[in-house]
């Protein structure tokens, strides 16, 4: 019986014990993680310090390794196993229901664009900063706007008539993802164009969608 118990206990410890490394493990590298990814966002300002706090997850008790960016849910109760990450309140580890023997890849795709401070919406080209305004002045349409681009390519403008059927499409400008956008540019357009919409094509021609649309108005010279 003695003999039984030792082996047992040792068992018992020895499971514990790998569960405290593994959750060790995760917390040391939750730390790397924090101290090198958090920081690329904004080198200048100032960052407080890791901290842990008590947090829950689908109904486990679970610890919460946070930064001014990042948060990290560890649940102890499964071994310390890393079961969330949150990168400025958005989830980036979605979590998937798995059958038995089934697998799941999480392929990420991170889009890095250049931007200022003046954000004003995200789409599925890029981000707006300066929304897009279009006055029309005898067929001359000025167009303005500010953007980051989530890919290298062109911008072009879609020209549409008050009914909504696209009448052209013109080629703006090259656009990169590492340099910031400024459009400011005069195109022609046919008599009687109402709305028009700009769109980011990559490399390959792919339409990756819209950048801001706006309705045509024409500018009346005073007399």
């Not at 020895?14 to 995760?26: D, K, T, Y």
């Not at 948060?71 to 196993?81: A, D, E, K, N, S």
């Not at 002045?137 to 167009?143: G, V």
């Not at 108005?217 to 007399?223: G, I, N, P, Y």
């Amino acid at each position: 019986m003695r003999n039984l118990f030792e082996r047992n206990h040792a068992s018992s410890f020895g499971v514990e014990l790998r569960a405290l490394c593994s959750r060790i493990g995760v917390l040391l590298g939750a730390a790397v993680c924090l101290t090198f990814f958090s920081p690329a966002v904004d080198s200048g300002a100032p960052h407080t310090p890791c901290r842990m706090q008590p947090a829950t997850f689908e109904g486990w008790k679970a610890e919460a390794l946070i930064n001014d960016c990042v948060q990290l849910t560890i649940v102890p109760q499964l071994g310390g196993r890393l079961m969330q990450v949150q990168f400025e309140g958005a989830e980036i580890s979605p979590m998937r229901q798995l059958e038995p023997g089934a697998s799941y890849a999480l392929d990420p795709r991170w889009l890095p664009v250049r931007t200022s401070k003046g954000l004003r919406a995200v789409t599925a080209a890029g981000v707006i900063e300066c929304p897009l305004a279009a006055s029309l002045t005898a067929n001359r349409l000025q167009l303005s706007a500010s953007f980051g681009v989530f890919f290298a390519g062109r911008l072009n403008a879609h020209v549409f008539d008050p009914k909504g059927v696209e009448s052209n499409v013109i080629e703006l400008q090259y656009v990169d993802p590492l340099q910031a956008v400024e459009l400011n540019r005069t195109i022609s357009v046919p008599r009687g164009a109402g709305r028009v919409s700009i769109h980011s094509n990559d490399q390959q021609g792919l339409d990756r969608g819209s950048l801001g649309e706006a309705k045509i108005a024409e500018v009346r010279k005073d007399s």
